[in-house]
């Protein structure tokens, strides 16, 4: 209960704030107009039309009228209204007109805090000397009600806690995300771009960058085949017809590209992969003896997003799904679920993830028929997810009315180094596609049945995932993904030739590795590599060319003491293998 109480108040008292700097804008800029300005989970927001755009420097100016605000310990006083009376006493303010006029209450409740009111439902608290420690943390544009074809207004982003130091516990986390934000990473550590002129949202991976995504992909492919899964390729465009049949025309056309013409026809290029693995599936008649079938495709797949909405990798166009669809006759799948859910949690361990929040996605008992199968399919599908779950001790959130049309689902989250939760894996059924696309197999009874289908992403999209990655081990990747695992550096040119054999040898191990031969001081050479996150660094002089040996600097920081190649190698190949995190 106390934690509840405790964001209660914190609730009230972001909200509190966002008045409060409602109330300094408006000082700053007295035919301010004014959207809205709630509580969100680490903060507040409040949208505004400004005369002019503002900047870092007017933040300051904004915090430093707020404390005089709470230092003055200004009363909230609620006062209920009229609707008639709300519309007139906010008639110079077009936004609290759309909201009131979107109100059926014809009582309006407003609050008003030193010299400002505002539209509001409350509560606050009592005084604004309740507010304890806040910070601005900025500047950025919102649609007003989030419409593109709206006015942009002004957001300005802060944060309140309860003790300076919860604050600045808070913003030293911040530093902490922003120092691992992907898009800064990608960018120093030369792994991908994106190009603005070129399309938004489609991402260029760079040579570095395409090592980690081969290495990746190659250890994929590996784990599935191991799997018992069979990998399939399939085109990137299909006739309208096909997705007419799968209802993507239907139920998804908003996220989908405008058609091309062909021969007169209309072709779409694919937001997803299963209608072309049904196509193969029907190819021939299926017989109960061919099941369960297990395809996998790392299928690139394009989707329509706001271009508001992009965000580095994490928020794409064009993206690579590793989608699998399992194809099973109904007796089989609660095996195959607790199949996938090992194949899953295997895979996401390879990389080094231990945490996981684990959601079912159900559907709203109270609106059965608007989803597709029957009752009977629903209570299997659902058993199924739970019995894997319960059986792998995995603690799950049941999440009813989360559940798509067309099944229910188990959604993986991951936690990263900073214990945020990013959503990965899905294990989708669907009765919706089968029906549509009349999928059959003939059982032992000589019969047609239908199939059950599963739908399986582990990493959910190549790039996304990718972005992922860089944020947890903020681009300093274990050895077996490092897209350089080692750099040798020769102290004064003499060394040069040695460095070279060392790097040649270390090739022919199969280890990624550079030679920083340049008329740079051995410093600064250590610091470009450190820079460049590279694990190991070996150091090669007058010594290491004599005694046939490598000084090792580590990543972090830490020297080893002078050894033999062979050892070295030994060390750097148990490391790669065993893909610890580990040096």
């Known amino acids: 209960m106390h934690h509840e109480e405790n964001a209660n108040l914190l609730e009230t ?65 609620k006062e209920d209204i009229s609707k008639e009376d709300a519309l007139r006493l906010f008639e110079s303010q077009p936004y609290k007109i759309d909201l009131i006029n979107d109100l059926e209450d014809e009582t309006i409740s407003i609050y008003k805090q030193g010299s400002f009111t505002d539209l509001c439902r409350g509560p606050h608290m009592d005084t604004t000397k309740g507010i304890r420690a806040f910070k601005l943390l900025s500047i950025a544009g919102a649609y007003w009600r989030g419409d593109e074809n709206r006015p942009m207004l002004q957001r300005i982003y802060g944060t309140a806690f309860e003790s300076k130091d919860d604050l600045n516990e808070y913003l030293r986390k911040l530093e902490e995300i922003e120092a691992r934000d992907h898009r800064k990473l990608t960018k120093q550590l030369d792994l991908i771009s994106f190009h603005e002129e070129a399309g938004a949202g489609l991402a260029y991976w760079h040579p570095k960058g395409g090592r980690m995504r081969v290495l990746i992909e190659d250890y994929w492919r590996k784990l599935h085949y191991d799997g018992g899964y069979e990998i399939v390729f399939t085109p990137h465009i299909g006739r309208a017809h096909l997705w007419e049949t799968s209802g993507h025309l239907d139920f998804y056309k908003d996220g989908m590209y405008s058609p091309m013409d062909i021969d007169g026809q209309d072709y779409y290029v694919k937001p997803m992969n299963c209608p072309f693995h049904i196509m193969i599936y029907k190819t021939k008649l299926r017989s109960y003896r061919e099941l369960p079938l297990r395809w996998a495709e790392l299928g690139t797949v394009y989707r329509y997003e706001r271009s508001g909405t992009l965000h580095g990798l994490l928020r794409v166009r064009g993206f690579t799904q590793d989608d699998a669809h399992i194809i099973c006759k109904p007796d089989q799948i609660d095996d195959e679920i607790l199949r996938v859910l090992d194949f899953s949690l295997n895979m996401l361990r390879g990389f080094g993830f231990e945490k996981f929040k684990v959601e079912l996605s159900v559907r709203d008992p109270r609106t059965p028929d608007k989803y597709a ?55 989708q059924f669907d009765f919706n596609l089968p029906e549509r696309f009349d999928m059959s197999y003939i059982g032992e009874d000589g019969k047609e049945h239908r199939p059950y289908m599963v739908h399986r992403a582990l990493l959910g999209s190549l790039e996304r995932f990718f972005g992922v990655l860089v944020e947890h081990y903020a681009g300093a990747f274990p050895v077996w993904l490092a897209p350089v695992q080692a750099v040798v550096i020769p ?5 040069v030739e040695y460095a070279q054999q060392v790097a040649n040898d270390l090739r022919k191990d199969d280890i990624r590795v550079e030679t920083d031969d340049s008329n740079e001081r051995m410093n600064h050479k250590i610091r470009e590599a450190q820079i460049a996150k590279v694990p190991y660094m070996l150091i090669v002089g007058d010594a290491e060319v004599g005694e046939n040996t490598v000084s090792i600097r580590l990543r972090n920081g830490e020297n080893l003491k002078g050894q033999s190649l062979e050892v070295f190698k030994d060390r750097i190949k148990s490391v790669i293998i065993s893909k610890t995190t580990s040096m």
């Open 13 to 77: 008292m972001r909200h509190s704030a966002s008045h409060v700097m409602a109330e300094a804008v408006l000082s700053m800029f007295p035919d301010a107009k004014f959207g809205i300005g709630p509580a969100t989970k680490d903060g507040f927001y409040y949208d505004f039309e400004l005369p002019r755009s503002l900047t870092p420097d007017d933040l300051g100016i904004i915090e430093k009228k707020m404390k005089e605000s709470i230092k003055a310990k200004a009363a909230f006083i």
């Open 373 to 427: 199968g029957s009752d009977s399919m629903w209570q299997q599908s659902e058993a199924s997810l739970v019995k894997a779950l319960e059986s792998r001790d995995l603690p799950y959130e049941r999440m009813e009315g989360e559940a798509v049309f067309y099944g229910p689902k188990i959604d993986t989250k991951i936690k990263d180094a900073l214990g945020r939760s990013w959503q990965c894996s899905t294990i």
């Open 491 to 495: 102290i004064a040119d003499r060394h």
